[in-house]
């Protein structure tokens, strides 16, 4: 009965709104839509602001091109090598990490070499950020809730296509580019990047961007060869229109590992010019796409967590966030909330958070605020679980819309774990 099957998902988002009150504990809230808080989006923003904040975009996005090193200290660098040097690590057997594994991969790192190289180059499709030179995994005790996958800590982030990049140097046995990003530090295997010139570098940044507001793009050159799958918000160099469709430049690696930009086109209906309006319609275009995504720790398989969902919403309306949730936490006009009772804090952020365009921040976890409902605030997120007594986890594995006490029914929740009891600060990220 396929009209009862496309029907139950409406019934079940319109029961979980109405408030009703079911016998026993009640679910856990859950929801992949908007629409019911898009009615409290503020208005667009206006064209000197979006100006200013598109313009300080472009200046974070393309800020490896501009640098003539890295800006990092060899302790910066290696940081990762001392933080698992006396931990215990698995890998992807469950078993514990042989530690000569690790020694080859810090001994292939070469950090002896840090800025040696010192050239540009550019993501040629979507790839992992490392913290060593491997695609190998690094978890902490699998046995343990919240640890084994998909918590791998040699996973950094993931990168999209044309992503700027300043290449320190390449590990010992040239497989590998230690990189700064514009938003982060690592490796990345040699194949995935290719080496820019600087007129290349200043023709790119002249052009307009057109960015990708679907999932899973699929990108070809100029033959119809398929390159490669791009994720929202990514961004190429526009070039024209075409009928339905943007001009764009998207990127290739030749045989000697140089930069070649093939014409392509991008379809209106998968993306647009940069910066989109922050207007409704484009609001929910963009969250629609990203609600729904299974949770993936720094990106991995190319999923989101929480600060690359928060980051990837924004930045199609050319708005910059950086990567982690701590330093989104600090961007714009930040509320402490600390220290104030569950029913203030759900007060204050309804007062004065804006929703869309405001974040609230725990250690470990950020959260878009997308409105209110009978005055408790409602968030869009990317989130692992919600924790449960003796450490364990009710697992949500998606991005969704939640309350902020979501799971407090549950039998065994950890009602001290609950969100509201841990928000600690709400941050409008662009003022109305």
């Known amino acids: 009965m396929p009209g009862l099957r496309t029907l139950f998902p409406l019934l079940l988002l319109l029961w979980t709104l109405t408030g009703c009150t079911p016998k026993g504990p009640a679910p856990v809230f859950l929801s992949e839509s908007v629409l019911p808080f898009l009615s409290q989006a503020p208005a667009p923003l206006d064209p000197?602001?979006?100006?200013?904040?598109?313009?300080?975009?472009?200046?974070?996005?393309?800020?490896?091109?501009?640098?003539?090193?890295?800006?990092?200290?060899?302790?910066?660098?290696?940081?990762?090598?001392?933080?698992?040097?006396?931990?215990?690590?698995?890998?992807?057997?469950?078993?514990?990490?042989?530690?000569?594994?690790?020694?080859?991969?810090?001994?292939?790192?070469?950090?002896?070499?840090?800025?040696?190289?010192?050239?540009?180059?550019?993501?040629?499709?979507?790839?992992?950020?490392?913290?060593?030179?491997?695609?190998?995994?690094?978890?902490?005790?699998?046995?343990?809730?919240?640890?084994?996958?998909?918590?791998?800590?040699?996973?950094?982030s993931a990168l999209k296509a044309m992503t700027p990049l300043i290449v320190s140097h390449l590990s010992r046995d040239g497989g590998w580019a230690f990189v700064q990003t514009p938003f982060a530090l690592g490796w990345v295997p040699i194949r995935d990047i290719a080496w820019i010139d600087e007129r290349q570098i200043e023709g790119i940044m002249q052009l307009p961007k057109a960015v990708v507001t679907g999932e899973r793009l699929p990108v070809y050159d100029g033959k119809r060869t398929f390159l490669f799958y791009a994720k929202l918000a990514t961004l190429f160099p526009l070039t024209g229109s075409e009928a339905t469709s943007e001009k764009i430049l998207v990127p290739r690696r030749s045989d000697d590992g140089k930069l070649l930009l093939d014409h392509s086109l991008l379809p209106e209906i998968w993306g647009g010019s940069m910066p989109l309006p922050m207007n409704v319609e484009n609001i929910r275009r963009v969250a629609e796409k990203l609600l729904g995504e299974p949770y993936g720790w720094g990106g991995l398989v190319e999923d989101r967590d929480c600060s690359a969902m928060t980051r990837d919403f924004f930045a199609p309306f050319g708005i910059w966030l950086p990567r982690n949730s701590r330093a989104q936490a600090a961007v714009g006009r930040v509320v402490p909330l600390e220290g104030l009772g569950a029913e203030e804090k759900e007060k204050r952020i309804v007062e004065e958070g804006v929703p869309f365009r405001t974040l609230l921040y725990l250690p470990g976890h950020i959260m878009l605020y997308v409105g209110e409902r009978d005055g408790h605030p409602y968030v869009m997120h990317n989130m692992w679980g919600i924790r449960t007594r003796g450490n364990g986890r009710h697992i949500v594995g998606r991005a969704v819309v939640t309350d902020l006490r979501i799971g407090e029914n549950l039998p065994r929740v950890d009602k001290k774990a609950l969100l509201i009891e841990r928000v600690v600060s709400m941050n409008v990220i662009v003022d109305p």
């Open 48 to 156: 000197e602001t979006t100006k200013r904040v598109y313009a300080d975009f472009l200046a974070h996005h393309y800020a490896p091109w501009q640098m003539r090193s890295l800006d990092v200290t060899p302790e910066e660098a290696t940081w990762a090598v001392r933080h698992f040097a006396d931990k215990p690590i698995y890998g992807e057997n469950r078993l514990p990490l042989e530690k000569k594994r690790l020694d080859a991969w810090i001994l292939n790192a070469d950090y002896d070499s840090l800025n040696r190289l010192e050239r540009h180059a550019v993501i040629v499709h979507p790839t992992s950020l490392r913290l060593f030179p491997s695609m190998r995994p690094i978890f902490l005790d699998p046995s343990l809730p919240g640890e084994g996958y998909p918590f791998d800590y040699n996973q950094n």
